[in-house]
């Protein structure tokens, strides 16, 4: 059964950082894509970042492009999002998701609050 | 980037009832590569139907997608109390990915 668990999530200060991660189980991590969707409060889905099977290939939403680094270890089965200059628009809740086009499997998300 | 439009916002029904909702993109979507998911309050999205009319592992037949090009409706046939959640169109066919604003699926 494949499983995603989110963590790292919490409340952080304008301008701050935090690290997400996402802990994956049941298939072989190496061979797939993989993406961070975010939903902000009351809004729809958004692909934040995502980055291909060995890491090479990024891709990030404009918005936070230069903020946000996207990031895998496939020795560990783990995925990460490191996030700086953390802003009050960054708010949401983060979900890790196995990356096939479209998203099948997903992770129970993680909320990240940004605010003073 | 592709965007896409559903409609209505929101969408008030009785169990037993059947639920249509729209989702229009802003141009067609290549090889119909568009998906729908269910959230509910609290939980991930759950992958409905891909490629417009295929239903994904597990879900009801009660759960229809079809559509092409820049249309596309899911139908819920004979609302079951479970099926009030918010819905989400997903168009994977051309880069970058995007997301509908969502319709939610209240009961009335």
């Known amino acids: 059964e494949v499983q995603l668990v989110d963590s790292g999530g919490g409340l952080v200060q304008p301008g701050g950082s935090l690290r997400l991660s996402c802990a994956a189980s049941g298939f072989t991590f190496s061979r797939f894509w993989m993406t961070w969707v975010r939903q902000a409060p009351g809004k729809g889905l958004e692909c934040a970042a995502s980055?291909?099977?060995?890491?090479?290939?990024?891709h990030y939403v404009d918005s936070v492009k230069g903020r946000f680094t996207v990031s895998r270890d496939n020795a560990k089965n783990s995925l990460y999002l490191q996030m700086s200059s953390l802003s009050v628009e960054d708010t949401a809740v983060y979900y890790c998701?196995?990356?096939?086009?479209?998203?099948?499997?997903w992770g129970q998300g993680t909320p990240v609050t940004v605010s003073s | 980037e592709v965007v896409l439009t559903q409609s209505p916002g929101t969408l008030s029904l009785s169990p037993g009832e059947r639920a249509t909702l729209s989702c229009r993109a802003s141009q067609s979507v290549r090889n119909d590569y568009l998906a729908w998911y269910q959230q509910k309050p609290g939980q991930a999205p759950r992958l409905l139907i891909y490629e417009a009319s295929n239903r994904a592992t597990g879900i009801p037949d009660r759960f229809r997608g079809s559509g092409s090009g820049t249309d596309f409706t899911l139908t819920i046939i004979r609302l079951e109390p479970e099926d009030f959640a918010v819905y989400h169109c997903?168009?994977?066919?051309?880069?970058?990915?995007?997301f509908g604003q969502g319709t939610k699926l209240e009961i009335k």
């Open positions: 997903q168009q994977y066919g051309i880069a970058p990915r995007s």
């Open positions: 980055i291909n099977e060995d890491g090479s290939e990024k």
């Open positions: 998701v196995r990356d096939q086009g479209l998203f099948q499997e």
